[in-house]
């Protein structure tokens, strides 16, 4: 029968049946989960500014990586600081080692550049997200002098 406006023919490609499907050791690396909660040598690996949701404020958002030991690799891209409550970052200001003013109170200019590459020690434990488990971390600490 030929072709015509009034006939679709229906082509049925095996090839768009398959997918390969890579998924590196680094990539299973950064998604392991922790055994039980630990402080693990950790950095910043990424970090923007980003709108909230609501669109009235702004937020930080950190990328941290584990940088030494058993867990070395293991991520966690889902770290948030909201400008309405900058309070809850103290423990993290006092890990990356920036100066504290004479009152205890911080006044730090945060961006890529004073960022990215601070190391300290995060508490990292299991939690869940949408009712699977997931990497959380709760608290920040400075990595003790030698």
């Known amino acids: 029968m030929p072709i015509t406006k009034r006939h679709k023919v229906k082509v049925n490609n095996m ?3 398959s997918i390969v499907w890579n998924i590196s050791e680094d ?3 950064k998604n392991r989960l922790v055994d039980a909660p630990s ?5 910043i690996v990424d970090f923007e ?3 909230s949701k609501s669109g009235d404020s702004k ?3 950190l990328t941290l990586r584990v940088f030494a030991g058993e867990f070395k690799g293991l991520e966690n891209p889902f770290i948030y600081f ?3 409550v900058t309070v809850m970052s103290t423990p993290l200001m006092k890990a990356c080692g920036f100066q504290q ?3 205890g109170s911080f006044s730090v200019k945060l961006s890529k550049g004073t960022m990215i590459g601070k190391k300290f020690l995060a508490h990292w434990v299991r939690g869940t997200y949408n009712n699977k488990p997931v990497n ?3 608290d920040y600490a400075p990595i003790p002098s030698e």
């Open 15 to 17: 090839a768009d049946d």
């Open 101 to 103: 003013n004479p009152n």
């Open 82 to 84: 909201s400008e309405k």
């Open 136 to 138: 959380q971390i709760d």
């Open 59 to 61: 937020n930080l958002h």
């Open 49 to 51: 500014i980003i709108d």
């Open 39 to 43: 402080w693990l040598p950790t950095e």
């Open 27 to 29: 990539d299973i690396s």
